[in-house]
């Protein structure tokens, strides 16, 4: 009896060794979809486009090129379909894989359908269970079918040259999360980053130039790089930055790089007149100065920090009149309205469209040079005078 009751645990045990993973799903039963792009077809539909990861070779192969950067590892497919649910119906009927979205880290919407709404796309992909929510969102000023194709000697492909650009700050860093919050905020806006392919030694490139302004789920204008570059500074998204401005009297540049900088925007109600307060203090060094400065003096550098504190204060302004030109709040006025004076907004939001525009925006801005390099006045660099 004892022998048959010690074998009991030993075959339950070999049982559950044995037993393998049922609902398994190998990679190599997976199309791996690295980003997708959604374009409006002549005909109304959604034109549905994705990049997919092929691999070049065994991943237990240490030696395979799939590891190596700038290898080209993906195709592009593309389906179209009455929405963007059909459409990825109709591209798994041409696929031997299942589509799995879990790793696409780019979506970009093409400028017509940008134009038209993004609504149903969007809907799609935060319904979706697979699509991340961290993923990055972008618009193509052509059709976001072209950039997904085009060759990346840098990167693997578009999507991490894209995704790259966004965090090292060459234009907004927007994901897919971030957009739906904006939203769902109270000016009901959003800001997503502009893809613009450009010829470089005969080789098409894509990088971020611009921003598309959102309201209500369609664009309502484009934003310039240098506009957009004022947006981040009022949304506290700098991190580094090098501002150069023009010195007197002889109109040479000047250049300080920032390594440190924080805003925020304190509103104000007075009087029946509504108000922003955009605070900014950054610190940083300066990179190159104008023929004849001498640096090694605290009026010079006095100077210098409230020449670009007027430039950099001109950079914010011009975005801040942009957006009330259009009467889009996607700086954020709205919001912080909301916060502090809720009873206010409460009475003016149906009405925000046309205050936005007579909000006066006022700056407090303090650049503070920290170190002016090596030499003072460089006698050695200067020009000389006469033939």
């Not at 199309?31 to 002549?42: K, P, S, Y």
């Not at 979506?107 to 149903?120: C, D, S, T, V, Y």
């Not at 976001?144 to 966004?166: I, S």
């Amino acid at each position: 009896m004892k022998p048959l009751i010690r074998l009991v645990p030993a075959l339950l045990l070999s049982a559950a060794l044995l037993t393998g993973c049922w609902d398994r799903t190998e990679i190599n039963d997976l199309a791996i979809v690295t980003a997708a792009g959604m374009d409006l077809a002549d005909d109304g539909k959604i034109k549905l486009s994705v990049q997919l990861f092929v691999p070049s070779a065994s991943i237990s192969d240490p030696t395979s090129s799939a590891f190596t950067g700038g290898s080209n590892q993906t195709i592009v497919r593309s389906a179209a379909g009455l929405n963007l649910a059909d459409a990825t119906a109709r591209l798994q009927e041409t696929l031997s894989r299942r589509v799995f979205w879990g790793q696409a880290d780019v979506f970009i919407f093409g400028q017509k359908l940008a134009e038209r709404g993004i609504h149903e796309p969007m809907d799609f992909l935060t319904r979706h269970p697979h699509p991340r929510e961290r993923a990055n969102l972008f618009v193509s000023e052509g059709e976001a079918t072209e950039v997904l194709a085009l060759h990346t000697p840098t990167e693997r492909n578009t999507a991490e040259l894209l995704r790259e650009m966004a965090i090292l700050q060459s234009g907004l860093n927007i994901t897919m999360l971030q957009a739906v919050e904006e939203l769902s905020e109270e000016a009901h806006t959003a800001v997503i980053p502009m893809v613009v392919v450009k010829k470089r030694d005969k080789t098409m490139v894509p990088y971020i130039g611009g921003t598309a302004a959102f309201k209500d789920l369609k664009i309502a204008d484009k934003l310039d790089t240098m506009q957009t570059r004022g947006l981040q500074w009022l949304r506290n998204e700098i991190k580094t930055a090098t501002i150069t401005a023009p010195v007197p009297p002889s109109g040479d540049f000047a250049s300080v790089y920032i390594f440190k900088a924080g805003s925020n925007l304190v509103p104000s109600i007075k009087n029946g007149k509504w108000s922003i307060k955009v605070h900014i203090k950054a610190i940083g060094n300066l990179n190159e100065t104008a023929d004849g400065i001498d640096v090694t003096k605290e009026p010079t550098i006095k100077q210098l920090q409230q020449i670009f504190q007027t430039a950099l204060q001109k950079r914010i302004d011009e975005s801040v009149r942009k957006a009330q030109q259009i009467k889009t709040d996607y700086l954020g006025f709205a919001e912080q309205f909301h916060r502090h004076y809720p009873k206010q907004w409460r009475k003016a939001k149906t009405n925000w469209d046309a205050l936005f525009p007579e909000v006066t925006v006022t700056y407090d801005i303090k650049l503070t040079i920290a170190r002016n390099g090596l030499t003072g006045k460089n006698t050695s660099l200067q020009r000389s005078e006469g033939p």
